[in-house]
């Protein structure tokens, strides 16, 4: 049969779910050749997930104290039937107050939570779509801070057909968020007939792991406030900023302090997945302080609820005041000596990062190991890293970083024994590389590097699993 | 606020358009069952929800095997080591083991009579969300697809809301049992070309809902053979095949394509989902399964936006791969369905009342054109008010399916125990008797109450009392507040 119709939509056959940059592929390496402590000591181990398991124990202790947060035990399944059934957009008031409770906690008890502004999706990845497809059409623009989180193209423009304007930052001024770079990507967006809708922030950011500081934070809700457009916070990282940084500053504590600010703009999405470690969880939240977005948001919600199960065991566990307190802490000090550990192995080999405060990667600087100062040589130091040194590391510029030479590593997904392994080979190939030049033949310049899908969702493998691979196969 | 009086919008067209159908005319039918809900004991003359498509029959049998099967929860001392690992499993493959359990369940569920490749196997956010999810893989805004009317009225919201699809209904008339038939296809096919909009595809639910019956197989060859003919996609909502409660046995696309010469298969896609066949809603178990490659590929990346929850999706990896469990089950609820229906469709025959003919669904189409007075859809809307305001039953009535013929309601029946069926049916029976026995009298007629559906009523979720937990603070309602 002979077609010229195409068969699937526009956005079937599209890219934008961003798999086929050439970025995609970047983990044939890791895949062919996964670590393992003891069946594979050689491999290649996975330094390109952000993911949090490092308190796990904390709440497995809490499980299995508090039997009746679950459904399936004897203590539990008189609930079962209630539950399964309960399928209101809504979600259960028990688990809404819990969530918001935990994020009046995150935040320091600075700001409280209402729980009829909480609205579910699926994981962070559905709840930033979702307020995408709230506030923008199809062609309308956010403006969003570089680098970025590269998975936000597919979030927030796939399927809602908006467009995203980066505003670039620059390690010269520490990659700062500056007004006088807000302005000129607006106005040049604006010269370019382009509608821009709002401003779309992570904070605590990832790549960068720093959180911002209060002055910048009250720029940004001025500078939206004045255009009148839209300002979304991606707070997932929030729970991850470490025990001896300064307390974190949520958009939600600023505007209460800026008395003219029209609420409507200011809308909070949070997850489950990188500060609780629950990435499977698809714990997406959407917080609005716009009745219209909550109210229209929450109709939208159906296409991504939380399963009714996760919402029952979530919502004890969260209203525990006892483990909340208990886990941000332990949690918070965790991983800021899990990254202290990092960067001191990193500094005895001269290897900078940026320095971080938050967040489950560093975002180190290699700039002095490039040939030259460009994205091709970026690119060329990646494929030896993941090659030679057997590391699963993120290049900058699959974060659309301006400056070539950074890279985002990440050290929360794994175990002391297997970290220690990774700075021993980060300090042999520096060894190496500063005593002489690199032998071009050790470069595979044509091994197709780009990013799995996985990448994106930050998938991992356990050594439990019967494939010890994150990606099953590739598509 | 500093919005002066410019006019610009501050929310996309999306979510200030209505395409989520709840401010539709049918929205807040449900008022009356929120201010007064029926309790057996706290509130026996409540009005009693006949609205929910929810199959609340089966709990028992799943209670007992998670009892028995600690391992299958990652919450449980047996169970627990798993917490990690499957804590931190969000792959949109979906877990191997989940797959399969769902391929073997969909298998069984259709007699061993089809296999599915578990490869094949997609998630999405509950039906709602697998639903949304194919459209966007085929449909461009603007492209339109073909369904049969009467049709489940969140289709609107789920197909095209925002996706920007549109519905063109294809009719079918009770004069031969609102069978599809090919003529009606061809003639709104053709009337959709000559309106130069772009027909992409055609999805039907089967076993139907709101007709509670399965196609047979002729017709659903004949059309497979349309859609291959027309190369149109075909889209077949299965999420009610295992309510099938007796004969004529349920027939899948799956089963039919294999018949059809030169089927096209890259044309044949499946929504499923656990909400009705095994009662569990809350879980949000939606799939697609496409027989087209390119739709598996991409629909899996876009599948991100609503996965199953790894805590679910491994509790039902081990339900479903538990063969002996699923063919007890699937035998048992088939066994429970077909009771529950004949208790409920004899106790209306008793005052002639007709419901369509059904062996499916957990619900009827009951034919009360004889008591409309006028055959007209207002006289359809008048005389529902008079069922939720005096006869105290919420029920749905036939033009919020979209049906051409006024005087058909679909009433549901699933969701509640044998004694509140009873009570049901004998308020059903005292107002047929009292209709038939004198003229209606327009007095009792509040014409003026505003009747719509709610949103949960299109998402069918339920608040029957025998449900709610004692721990809710919630009021006895399934609305906390319509919106």
């Excluded at chain 1, 909480?118 to 930033?128: D, F, K, Q, V």
């Amino acid at each position: 049969m002979d077609f010229s119709q195409q068969l699937l939509s526009k956005i079937a056959t599209s890219d934008k779910h961003g798999e086929n940059s050439p970025y995609f592929d970047g983990w044939k390496a890791y895949e062919r050749n996964p670590f393992h402590p003891t069946k594979n000591p050689q491999g290649v181990i996975q330094m390109g997930l952000a993911e949090n398991q490092l308190s796990f124990d904390l709440i497995e202790e809490w499980i299995l104290s508090n039997p009746e947060a679950s459904i399936c035990t004897p203590e539990g399944v008189h609930q079962f039937r209630n539950v399964a059934n309960f399928q209101d957009y809504h979600g259960l008031q028990e688990f809404r107050n819990g969530i918001a409770n935990w994020m009046s906690k995150v935040r320091g008890g600075r700001v409280r939570f209402d729980p009829d502004r909480i609205l579910m999706s699926g994981g962070a990845t559905g709840a930033n779509e979702l307020i995408m497809f709230c506030l923008a059409d199809p062609g309308d623009a956010f403006m969003i801070p570089t680098p970025f989180y590269p998975a936000f193209v597919r979030d927030l423009c796939w399927r809602t057909g908006v467009q995203l304007i980066p505003v670039h930052c620059h390690s010269s001024n520490n990659f700062k968020i500056t007004r006088e770079a807000l302005e000129e990507a607006y106005k040049k967006a604006k010269e370019d007939n382009i509608n821009v809708k709002g401003l779309i922030i992570t904070n605590p950011s990832n790549p960068l792991g720093t959180t911002l500081d209060k002055d910048t934070l009250k720029s940004l809700v001025s500078f939206i406030n004045e255009k009148n457009i839209h300002f979304v916070c991606d707070e997932i990282y929030a729970a991850t900023v470490f025990s001896s940084s300064p307390s974190y500053v949520s958009v939600a504590e600023v505007i209460q302090e800026m008395e003219h600010c029209n609420r409507d703009l200011i809308h909070v999405i949070y997850s489950l997945s990188k500060d609780m470690g629950f990435p499977g969880f698809r714990v997406g939240i959407v917080y609005s302080f716009n009745d219209e977005v909550v109210s229209c948001g929450r109709k939208m919600s159906s296409f991504g609820l939380i399963s009714s199960q996760t919402q029952h065991m979530l919502a004890s566990m969260l209203s525990d005041e006892k483990f909340v307190t208990k886990f941000l802490s332990e949690n918070s000090r965790r991983l800021e000596e899990r990254h202290d550990k990092f960067m001191k192995g990193l500094e005895e080999v001269n290897i900078t990062r940026f320095p971080s405060n938050a967040g489950i990667f560093c975002w180190m600087n290699l700039k002095s190991l490039l040939k030259e100062p460009t994205f091709e040589a970026e690119l060329k130091l990646w494929r030896v890293i993941i090659n030679e040194v057997k590391l699963n590391v993120s290049p900058g510029s699959s974060f659309d970083c301006s400056e070539p030479g950074w890279f985002r590593v990440c050290f929360a997904n794994m175990d002391d024994e297997t970290m220690d392994i990774a700075l021993n080979r980060i300090r042999a190939f520096v060894g190496k590389e500063t005593k002489k030049p690199v032998g071009l033949k050790r470069w595979q310049p044509n091994l197709r590097l780009s990013f799995s899908s996985r990448r994106f969702d930050e998938s991992v493998m356990s050594p439990h699993s019967p494939i010890a691979s994150p990606l099953v196969q590739a598509t | 606020m500093a919005l002066g009086t410019n006019s610009f919008q501050l929310l996309s067209n999306i979510a200030t358009n209505d395409k989520h159908g709840e401010n539709s005319p049918y929205f807040d039918g449900w008022k009356a069952y929120e201010s007064n809900p029926f309790h057996p004991t706290k509130n026996p003359q409540g009005v009693i929800q006949m609205g929910l498509a929810e199959n609340q029959l089966c709990f028992d049998l799943i209670e007992e095997w998670i009892i028995n099967n600690p391992k299958a929860s990652i919450c449980t001392p047996e169970g627990v080591k798993w917490f990690k690992y499957i804590a931190n499993f969000q792959d949109y493959h979906g877990l191997p083991e989940f797959r399969n359990a769902v391929a073997n369940f969909m298998s069984k569920v259709r007699g061993g009579r089809v296999r599915f490749d578990p490869d094949r196997i997609l998630m999405g956010g509950g039906a709602t969300g697998a639903n949304e999810l194919i459209m966007f893989c085929l449909a461009d805004p603007g492209d339109a697809f073909l369904v049969p009317s009467p049709y489940y009225p969140a289709f609107v919201r789920d197909l095209c809301w925002r996706t920007k699809a549109r519905l063109i209904p294809v009719e079918c008339h009770s004069s031969n049992n609102f069978n599809i038939t090919r003529e009606a296809l061809e003639e709104a096919y053709s009337k959709a070309k000559d309106g130069n909009i772009n027909v992409k595809g055609l999805i039907i639910t089967n076993p139907s809902n709101p007709l509670g019956t399965t196609m047979d197989r002729e017709t659903l060859k004949s059309i497979v053979g349309f859609i291959n003919e027309k190369n149109i996609h075909l889209v077949c909502d299965e999420i009610y095949a295992a309510t099938v409660f007796r004969a004529p046995c349920f027939v899948s696309v799956s089963e039919v394509m294999q018949d059809v010469e030169h089927c096209n298969k890259d044309l044949i896609h499946i929504v499923y989902s656990l909400s009705k066949d095994l009662g569990i809603p809350g879980f949000r178990v939606g799939i697609v399964y496409s027989y087209n490659d390119k739709v598996v590929n991409n629909g899996r990346k876009m599948s991100s936006f609503g996965l199953v929850s790894s805590q679910t999706q491994y509790l039902l990896a081990a339900l479903l791969s538990d063969d002996e469990f699923v063919e007890r089950f699937l035998a048992e609820s088939a066994r429970r369905l077909a009771a529950r229906h004949n208790h409920f469709t004899k106790g209306l025959e008793k005052v002639n009342i007709t419901c369509l003919p059904s062996n499916a669904g957990l619900f009827v189409w009951m034919n009360l054109r004889g008591l409309l007075k006028e055959k007209t859809f207002e006289g359809e809307m008048m005389l529902w008010r008079v069922i939720i305001n005096e006869v105290k039953l919420n029920v749905s009535p036939g033009s919020a399916f979209n049906c051409s013929e006024p005087g058909w309601y679909r009433v549901c029946f699933d969701n509640m125990d044998d004694e509140t069926v009873d009570v049901a049916v004998k308020r059903i029976r005292a107002f047929v008797g009292k209709e038939t026995g004198k003229p209606v009298e327009l007095k009792r007629w509040k014409s003026n109450l505003r009747l719509s559906f709610s949103s949960r009523r299109f998402d069918e979720n339920v608040m029957s009392p025998h449900m709610m937990s004692p721990h809710s603070p919630m009021p006895h309602s399934p609305l906390v507040r319509a919106t």
